[in-house]
């Protein structure tokens, strides 16, 4: 059990998901489907993945190398928030460059929400622990949550991203990295945060 909850851990780990944000929009969303260009979304889908993925996961590495952080599943508070920190610098490149390409505001209001989700998770770290895990998956719930209201989107994808979330919820429970009020704390900042910015249309 406890095996399979960190194999869940790690496939549904928070760097990869934004670009699986982006990918899933892309594809249950005809509004975007009909903006973007089938290069243009691979284009925005490389530098996406390269900075929110491959970036952050470089410096956990390197991190952890250097003895900066003990273990890369930092269960320890306080060696998550320059991690958090970094991470939070690469998401505020890629969204520079987002808005440095010709994009869609409902992709620029998606990832302003992410942003948000991160620096909310960053700023409760300084005192307590929240999943980012938790956040990630909630994130995805949110952005189908909010092109279903902003797009009328109508897709089978929300029950079983819902599954999801519950099965990463218990994982988390079961590894011991969190108790269930930091589960539950980092799905509503990721609901939250995409859903309503998609909604109000919040983007800088």
């Not at 994009?103 to 300084?126: E, I, R, W």
Request: proline residues 5%; charged residues 10%.
């Amino acid at each position: 059990m406890r095996k399979a909850a960190h194999v869940l851990s790690l496939v549904l780990h928070p760097v990869w998901m934004p670009t699986l944000a982006l990918l899933l929009a892309f594809r249950i969303d005809p509004h975007l489907t009909f903006t973007f260009s089938a290069e243009g979304q691979r284009v925005i889908l490389g530098m996406v993945f390269v900075m929110t993925a491959l970036f952050p996961v470089a410096s956990m590495i390197m991190l952890w190398r250097s003895g900066m952080v003990a273990e890369l599943a930092m269960p320890r508070r306080g060696e998550r928030i320059l991690p958090y920190l970094l991470t939070l610098v690469y998401f505020g490149m890629a969204y520079y460059l987002l808005r440095r390409t010709p994009n869609s505001s409902t992709t620029l209001s998606l990832f302003t929400g992410m942003v948000l989700a991160l620096a909310a998770d960053l700023l409760l770290t300084l005192h307590w622990k929240v999943s980012l895990h938790m956040t990630g998956i909630g994130g995805l719930v949110g952005m189908v949550l909010g092109l279903m209201v902003v797009h009328g989107v109508r897709t089978p994808l929300l029950p079983g991203l819902l599954l999801l979330a519950g099965a990463l919820g218990t994982a988390r429970l079961v590894v011991g990295d969190h108790t269930p009020a930091q589960v539950y704390a980092g799905a509503a900042i990721g609901v939250l945060a995409t859903s309503g910015c998609i909604v109000f249309g919040i983007w800088y």
